[in-house]
């Protein structure tokens, strides 16, 4: 493997810096390429988004081109050293052409195990989350900061987001209505930046369905160092992707759960 003078965490910031250089000239232009990746229905893809995954897969077949790599726009790449790393490069392309800075680069780097490593970064904002063994920090426009999840125990007093209101399928979407009525306060459309404040103590609890493994192996990595728990809906790993339950704590994790468990 090259590139020993840089650790996973200095590769993981050299490709959302890259990411960031590819995708800020786009960022609110008034001719923005975008295309429909699905039939029936809106998956916008940018220009934007190819360029900040054609950037990061470059730093890595120069630093790290044992291990495999996962991103969304082009694809599985196999590796041979068990290690893969996972790249959504916009997530959250619906509110980058809307103009709206809640969507985010998604970097985790994980094994067989689940991720070990994640990163959030919104470029515009100018805000890095970042996960590792060590913790959990933000580094953004007002320093570097230590990052811890909130203890808020209660439902009746917690702060749930998620991104869709419909919450994929309507058996998901009753589901997700149980929680959101007991909460404190519910909102919509924040996209991967969600899983960034619940991280940073901000908020209690992000509730989603329908995801892939490279919207949320970032956002667990980077919850976990922060002391945090994401599951699926069931209590099990939720890595792989589809429903998934992020918390501040284990009280309010299993006091959700509860609630969706049994929808």
């Not at 975008?34 to 995954?53: H, I, M, Q, W």
Request: net charge negative; aromatic share 6%; with cysteine.
């Amino acid at each position: 493997m090259t590139g020993p003078e840089f650790s996973d965490i200095d590769i993981a910031n050299l490709m959302a810096d890259a990411a960031r250089a590819a995708i800020l000239p786009h960022f609110r232009g008034a001719a923005l390429e975008t295309a429909n990746k699905l039939a029936g229905g809106f998956d916008p893809v940018t220009v934007a988004d190819r360029a900040a995954e054609q950037a990061m897969r470059a730093i890595l077949a120069e630093h790290r081109p044992d291990d495999g790599i996962h991103g969304e726009e082009f694809g599985l790449q196999e590796g041979s050293s068990g290690r893969t790393w996972v790249l959504d490069p916009i997530d959250g392309t619906r509110a980058f052409i809307s103009g709206t800075p809640t969507w985010g680069v998604l970097i985790a780097l994980s094994d067989a195990a689940g991720p070990m490593l994640g990163v959030i970064d919104q470029p515009y904002i100018g805000e890095r989350f970042t996960g590792t063994a060590e913790g959990a920090t933000l580094a953004g426009p007002h320093g570097t900061t230590r990052l811890a999840t909130r203890a808020t125990d209660r439902l009746d007093r917690a702060i749930l987001f998620t991104t869709f209101p419909e919450i994929g399928t309507p058996e998901e979407g009753t589901a997700f209505r149980k929680v959101a009525d007991t909460v404190q306060l519910t909102r919509y459309g924040m996209d991967c930046y969600a899983y960034g404040l619940l991280a940073a103590g901000q908020i209690d609890l992000v509730i989603e369905a329908g995801l892939n493994a490279y919207d949320i192996q970032a956002p667990i990595a980077v919850i976990k160092a922060a002391g945090g728990i994401v599951t699926d809906w069931q209590g099990g790993p939720a890595h792989q992707g589809g429903r998934a339950l992020a918390a501040a704590n284990p009280a309010i994790h299993a006091a959700a759960l509860a609630l969706l468990r049994h929808a």
